[in-house]
């Protein structure tokens, strides 16, 4: 069965730099959540879309910013990375929570993003 | 506030041996998911068990059960007859149910070692 999909799987940026981090979600869901694990710790949530449109915000850094495109993925841009951006950065996707019963999330494996 | 306590942060055992990691909830949501997940040392996030809060049933699977009690806001997973395979870190998380989005929120994980 198709997964969620999260590319690059590693990513190595400098200081000050971009990064942009893609969630490709299973075929017909269409919310995608944005989390980020940082060293030791749990995964925090970041922001969520649903049908392109934000549905929710978490912790996520004013220089980061996310986007739901018509065909569901999902783009998280980064940028004036800083060393403390270093982190798995998931994706998951599901169906649309208000609608279904025992909507479920589905997680990627994740992206790792190193800032040196 | 929704919040996820395991006060266990590591706990080691000798293969063979049963453990139970703890799990205790707070939530003002008459309607909410629990779920385990499993992040062994490769990162990904694996699925494991959802259970809503309807449903206090016990459930086994396997080696692995899961107690859910309402009564006093807890979700502990046991762990039968160990094995090295099971070392990683165990999260328990939260959901409502209904809401914009079904965000979850993470414990700040137990990381087991299971000794050969």
């Known amino acids: 069965a198709a997964g969620v999909i999260q590319s690059p799987r590693h990513l190595i940026k400098e200081k000050r730099e971009t990064a942009t981090l893609k969630c490709y979600p299973i075929?017909?869901?269409?919310?995608v959540y944005w989390y980020q694990q940082g060293p030791g710790q749990d995964p925090q949530f970041l922001i969520s879309?649903?049908?392109?449109?934000?549905?929710d915000k978490g912790s996520i850094p004013d220089r980061f910013s996310a986007q739901q495109f018509s065909d569901y993925h999902s783009e998280l841009n980064m940028s004036s990375l800083e060393l403390g951006d270093s982190a798995l950065y998931f994706c998951?996707?599901?169906?649309?929570?208000?609608?279904?019963?025992?909507?479920?999330?589905?997680f990627g494996q994740g992206t790792r993003l190193t800032v040196v | 506030a929704q919040k996820v306590t395991q006060a266990q942060t590591e706990i080691s055992v000798v293969e063979k041996e049963d453990v139970t990691l703890d799990c205790v909830y707070e939530?003002?949501?008459?309607?909410?998911?629990l779920f385990w997940y499993k992040q062994p040392p490769s990162g990904e996030l694996v699925f494991l068990i959802r259970?809503?809060?309807?449903?206090?049933q016990n459930e086994i699977s396997g080696r692995y059960s899961w107690n859910f009690q309402k009564s006093t806001s807890s979700f502990n997973f046991t762990i039968t007859a160990s094995q090295v395979v099971d070392s990683a870190v165990y999260f328990c998380a939260l959901s409502e149910y209904g809401g914009a989005t079904n965000k979850l929120i993470f414990g700040t994980g137990t990381l087991l070692a299971v000794q050969p």
């Open positions: 879309f649903y049908e392109k449109m934000q549905s």
């Open positions: 939530t003002r949501d008459t309607t909410y998911y």
């Open positions: 259970r809503n809060s309807f449903d206090e």
């Open positions: 998951a996707s599901s169906t649309n929570p208000r609608e279904a019963l025992n909507t479920e999330a589905f």
């Open positions: 075929p017909r869901h269409d919310t």
